[in-house]
């Protein structure tokens, strides 16, 4: 089946960077898990928000510059933040970002620098990047929902 963004998630890219903008767009046509677009450019009023509540860690936030989306995952028309089911995401997201040259991070697996590089699927590198927290003896920060585009 294939999915399209929703209006709603088109205007949520409004003020994001073009070449995330055409992962995301290229993503949505080669997903096998439906996604929306939930956040793309804050403010630094709504990062300072987000930090004061712990929903974000930092206000060095690649979504102040336009540089970071938040996807949320779709299971028929329920939202879904099951972790399963982000990595058929990022699966679609790698491939976009490898047939558009455009070098991308994902949230689950903050250790590899350029999803587009990584030889397997989402899945194992989310597993890579656990396990090297792990064996550093800290816990791991799983983002699933989160990509940025790598400057």
């Not at 939202?79 to 991308?104: G, K």
Request: glycine fraction near 6%; charge should be neutral; aromatic fraction near 8%.
């Amino acid at each position: 089946m294939k999915f399209k963004l929703s209006k709603r998630s088109l205007r949520n890219l409004d003020g994001v960077d073009e070449r995330l903008q055409k992962v995301c767009l290229l993503a949505i046509t080669k997903t096998k898990m439906d996604f929306g677009v939930i956040c793309g450019l804050r403010s630094e009023v709504e990062q300072r928000a987000l930090v004061a509540k712990g929903a974000s860690q930092t206000m060095k936030s690649k979504h102040l510059g336009g540089h970071a989306v938040d996807l949320m995952a779709y299971v028929g028309k329920r939202a879904s933040w099951e972790l399963n089911v982000y990595d058929e995401i990022a699966d679609a997201v790698r491939e976009s970002a490898i047939e558009l040259d455009v070098p991308i991070r994902w949230g689950a697996a903050w250790s590899i620098d350029n999803l587009a590089d990584w030889d397997g699927t989402a899945e194992n590198a989310m597993n890579s990047y656990i396990d090297l927290r792990r064996s550093q003896g800290r816990r791991p920060f799983i983002d699933a929902p989160h990509f940025e585009l790598m400057l």
